[in-house]
């Protein structure tokens, strides 16, 4: 069964604290996978797109890797504002469809 | 670009009552998603549009709601009549030929 599954739920730092959220996925076929950043009361803002194993994209404080069967999302020395849930979701060749995750929480402490 | 534009931001209503959400997406996207949002079962697709003509609409939970893409640049999602267990986040999205999906501020829908 095609699955993504995201960890942690949610993940407390304080102000440049750096650390990774996990996306693991199980699909038949990746045709990519991506990287979304939802703030409350808004819609998911897309973030990366990764297509391959090895990987990488990078915006700011944040960079996303891909190998064949999870993607990290780093994030260096996080301020406040990159406070938000990340989600991430998968696109398989077989299928318009995007699998969604069900997100990391992530608050970031001054 | 304005990006992909729904209405209304905010829905409050009572149960039985018809709900019409509204979305224009991002010009020159041809294919649109129409999603829901809450906090048990996160983001569910409910139909997907590929050049105004429905491709899937397995999503939709039940014959109370449809949805229609008249033109590229407009489509709505109704539900009729509203009942309780309906509110959520509905959001749409709209792909670029890249695959990517560019969503909407949403429509939160509460019924009581």
């Known amino acids: 069964e095609d699955q993504v599954t995201q960890s942690p739920e949610a993940l407390r730092l304080q102000e440049g604290e750096s650390s990774s959220l996990n996306c693991s996925y199980t699909?038949?076929?990746?045709?990519?996978l991506f990287w979304y950043r939802q703030d409350p009361g808004k819609g998911p803002e897309f973030l990366f797109t990764l297509y391959s194993a090895g990987e990488e994209k990078e915006k700011e404080r944040l960079k996303a890797t891909l190998t064949k069967k999870e993607s990290f999302l780093h994030i260096t020395a996080p301020k406040p504002e990159d406070s938000a849930t990340y989600l991430c979701?998968?696109?398989?060749?077989?299928?318009?469809?995007?699998?969604f995750g069900s997100g990391t929480r992530l608050l970031v402490r001054p | 670009d304005a990006g992909v534009i729904q209405s209304p931001r905010h829905e409050v209503t009572e149960m039985g009552q018809e709900v019409t959400l509204r979305c224009k997406p991002i010009s020159g996207h041809n294919s649109l998603f129409w999603y829901r949002q809450t906090m048990m079962r996160g983001l569910e697709l409910l139909i997907y549009f590929n050049n105004n003509v429905p491709i899937d609409d397995s999503g939709m939970p039940e014959d109370r709601f449809s949805a229609k893409m008249p033109n590229a640049s407009f489509s709505t999602l109704k539900i009729q009549p509203s009942e309780p267990r309906d509110s959520a986040v509905y959001f749409c999205?709209?792909?670029?030929?890249?695959?990517?999906?560019?969503f909407g501020e949403g429509s939160r829908l509460t019924v009581l």
């Open positions: 999205a709209s792909r670029s030929l890249a695959g990517e999906l560019f």
């Open positions: 699909v038949s076929g990746l045709r990519g």
């Open positions: 979701a998968v696109g398989m060749d077989s299928s318009y469809k995007l699998i």
